[in-house]
Every structure is written in C-alpha cells, then in structure tokens.
C-alpha cells in the first residue's frame, strides 16, 4: 500500500507504520501526525554542516556526539514498542550524552541538545509542535536558528520540566 493511500486514510500513524514507509521520502511524526520533509536549501545545509563541524570539534574527547539529520530521534517513554511511539522526528542536528539512547536505528529518548535550521516550509512546525515536543520530552537545550535573519533563539529546559529563564 502506498504512502499516499495510507495517508489518506489513517490519521495517526506510529514509528511501526513508518519503519515501512519507503526510504526514497523524508517523514516526521509529532503525535502520531506524518509531516512530510521536503529537501534542504544550499543556505539551510551550509548552515548545518558549519554547525556539526564547529561542535562537532568542541565535543572531540567528551562523552557527547553530534549527529546531522537524516537521522531518527524516537521520543516515547523509555519502555515503548514501536507501535506505541507516535513521535519520531529528524532534528537537523541532535547532541547526544548518553549512549544508552543510541541504537541502529538512530536515538530512542531525548537528545541533551537539539538544533534546528528554519525554512520557510518548516518554521511554524519548529516554532510550536517541535517546541512543545521537545519541552514534553525534555530535551535539556532547543535551538533555532534563522539564516536569514542570522538570530538564534535558545531554550534551556528548567527544573520545572518547562523551557524558560531558570
């Protein structure tokens, strides 16, 4: 069954589902709602690769790993199966501290530091569903960054579980 069908006849899918969508498409799921992920621009990848090069030479000797997308971030509860995980998502760029989360499959759990590049396409997606997303999950650090604009916003995840001035 294609992708296309099932999209217009599901309404939430889980990474189960997605782990049989075709590798040639780029999908997110946020509360179980597919998002389809169109290709990057030259700005958004340069962006991207100056950032993984930058942090990825300050983490050299530290526990810590940095990994550009393509790569799947599942955020459900520690002992969820794949078709009880309706959140997968691929951050631009995910930091990485605990290696327990990383498996083949990319990471299962809150990344410590998640970074995402803005496009036109995507802005309203990293602005609110990903905000909240990552605030629910608990991902310690979100950054947006706009390459137009050349501003960053940052949020730190308080003791409070909510992103804020801690």
Known sequence: MSLAYQLGTQE?????????WSEDERWELIDGVAYAMAAPSTT???VIS???RQIG?????????VFPAPFDVRLAATDATDDQTNNVVQPDIS???DKNKLDDKGCKGAPDWIIEVLSPSTAS????????????????????????DRVVMMWTLCTDGRYGAC
């Open 50 to 52: 100056e950032l993984v």
């Open 57 to 65: 030479n300050f983490l050299v000797g530290k526990p810590c790993e």
């Open 12 to 20: 939430h899918f889980t990474y189960a589902d997605y782990c049989k």
């Open 44 to 46: 958004h990848q340069r």
């Open 125 to 148: 997606k990293d602005l609110i569903h990903k905000l909240r997303l990552y605030e629910r999950h608990g991902v310690r650090e979100y950054w947006v960054v706009h390459p137009v």
């Open 95 to 97: 930091i990485i501290c």
